[in-house]
C-alpha cells in the first residue's frame, strides 16, 4: 500500500467472511447490518455509523443478509498516516527543515461513530464519485489524504471527550471509556437478543456493579436505559417502514413482554405503536439511537 495513500473496497454481497489484519481503515456499509469482531469485542455497522479499526488489529467480518449489503470500506497506508500527522502536528518552518516523516504509532478508539459533519461528508463523497467514474489518482490522493486529517480532528474531539472523565490518571480515563464503549457496543449489536448485565460486563472485561458505574460515567445513563431507548427507536422505525404486526416487533426488537413494550413506548412516544403507526407515514419514523 506504501506506493498509493491506501486501498478501497466497494461492493455488494449477501454472504461473505474475511479475518485477518491490515492497515487503518474506516468500515461503512449501506441496505443492510454488518456484525465485525475486533480484538473480542463486537460492532455492528449499518446506514448511520462508520467504524474504525487499527493498523495490525485482528478482525473478522461476517456478512450473512437475503438482500446484498453495499460496503465502502477505506484503507489507509502506514505512510499517508505519518505524512497526515506530521504535518498536523509541526509548524511550516518546521515541514520545511524536516519534510521527512516517521512511522507514528498512534490508536484510534475503536467503535463506531453516528455519521458526522466532519468525516462523513468526504466519505460519502468519495464513495458515490468511486460508483460513477474512474478517478484521476492525484484527486484521489487528496481525498484519502482529507479525510485521514478529518478522521485525526475526530480524535482529538473524542480525546477531550476522554479527559473529562473523572478518574485522576489519563490511562485509567483511556482505559474506562474503552471498556465501557466495548459494553454498549456489544449491546448495540445484540440489542434484539435478552442482553444481560453479566454479559455486558464480560465483554468490557468488568466486574457487572463496576459496569454499572464505568457506564454512567461515560453515557450518563444505565445500560438499561440505553437498551430500552435503542429498541424502542428500532422499533417506531419498524412500524412505519413495514407491516409486520407489533407482536412480532415486539419480540425481534429485544422485548419479552407485550405489555411492557406497549407501555414503554407510550411513555416514550406519547401514543400505543398501532397510534403510532396510523399517524406515521411510512419511513418517516424517528430513526433508531445509533454510536
Known amino acids: ?17 474475511w479475518s485477518g489484519e491490515l492497515s487503518l481503515s474506516i468500515k461503512t456499509f449501506s441496505h443492510g ?7 473480542g469485542a463486537y460492532f455492528a455497522v449499518d446506514d448511520d455509523c462508520y467504524l474504525i479499526v487499527n493498523a495490525d488489529q485482528h478482525y473478522t467480518i461476517d456478512i450473512a443478509t437475503e438482500r446484498p449489503v453495499t460496503s465502502f470500506c477505506l484503507f489507509f497506508a502506514p505512510s499517508l498516516v505519518a505524512d497526515v500527522w506530521h504535518t498536523m502536528r509541526s509548524s511550516d518552518a518546521h515541514l520545511l527543515d524536516y519534510p521527512a516523516r516517521s512511522a507514528v504509532d498512534i490508536h484510534f478508539y475503536e467503535r463506531t461513530y453516528r455519521h458526522d459533519h ?15 467514474r474512474n478517478l484521476d489518482p492525484i484527486w484521489l490522493s487528496e481525498r484519502m489524504s482529507d479525510i485521514l486529517t478529518n478522521l485525526f480532528v475526530a480524535h482529538q474531539l473524542v480525546r477531550r471527550e476522554v479527559d473529562g472523565l473523572s478518574a485522576a490518571r489519563p490511562i485509567t480515563r483511556d482505559e474506562i471509556y474503552r471498556r465501557a464503549y466495548r459494553a454498549r457496543e456489544y449491546a448495540a449489536a445484540f440489542y434484539h437478543t435478552p442482553v444481560t448485565l453479566d454479559d455486558m460486563a464480560r465483554i468490557a472485561c468488568l466486574s457487572p456493579n ?20 435503542l429498541r424502542l427507536g428500532e422499533a417506531a422505525r419498524l412500524l ?28 416514550h412516544h406519547g401514543v400505543s405503536p398501532e397510534h403510532y403507526r396510523r399517524q406515521i407515514p411510512k419511513g418517516q419514523s424517528q430513526a433508531p439511537l445509533k454510536m
Open 1 to 17: 500500500m506504501d506506493t498509493f495513500p491506501g486501498a478501497i473496497l466497494s461492493g455488494r454481497n449477501t454472504n461473505y467472511h
Open 33 to 39: 447490518r454488518v456484525l465485525y469482531i475486533v480484538d
Open 118 to 132: 466532519l468525516v462523513s461528508p468526504a466519505l460519502i463523497g468519495l464513495r458515490d464519485a468511486v460508483n460513477v
Open 210 to 229: 463496576h459496569l454499572l458505574r464505568a457506564f454512567r460515567q461515560v453515557f450518563h445513563q444505565t445500560p438499561h436505559q440505553f437498551l430500552t431507548t
Open 240 to 267: 412505519a417502514a413495514t407491516d409486520e404486526p407489533v407482536t412480532t416487533i415486539c419480540g425481534g426488537v429485544g422485548f419479552a413482554s407485550l405489555g411492557s413494550f406497549s407501555s414503554l413506548f407510550r411513555r
